[in-house]
């Protein structure tokens, strides 16, 4: 739990600098995300064969993943699936022709 309370002062300090004007600080949210994503996945293997304790843990890790979704909801993250979602709708679909991502497609350019 010691690991999960130095993951959440970095996600305090972290939205103090973005609080701060101090746009620089984003860089750091995907390697806390990073960071947060290695021990769920380790905390989610241990679910199987531990205690409620360890789930007390994973638990507090995603809290503190939706913690870091609000922030970037707040302070206005640029996310690169949302935006191509957003400007190809279709893309997801079986027949979506990758080359239509592409420049010179959204330009209309041949």
Sequence with gaps: MEEINGLRELFHHIYEELSNDNYEA?????DLE?????????YAYQDDYDF?????E????????NDIQKMKREF?????EAELDMMFPNRHDEDFDEDDLGFRSVFGDE
Excluded at 26 to 30: H, I, K, S, Y
Excluded at 34 to 42: G, S, Y
Excluded at 58 to 65: E, F, R, T, V
Excluded at 76 to 80: C, G, K, M, S, T
């Design 76 to 80: 206005d993250f640029y996310d690169e």
């Design 58 to 65: 994973s638990d507090a890790l995603k809290k503190l993943k």
């Design 34 to 42: 990073e960071k947060i994503d290695l021990l769920t996945d380790e």
């Design 26 to 30: 984003e860089e750091q949210v995907a």
């Design 52 to 56: 409620q304790g360890e789930r007390k």
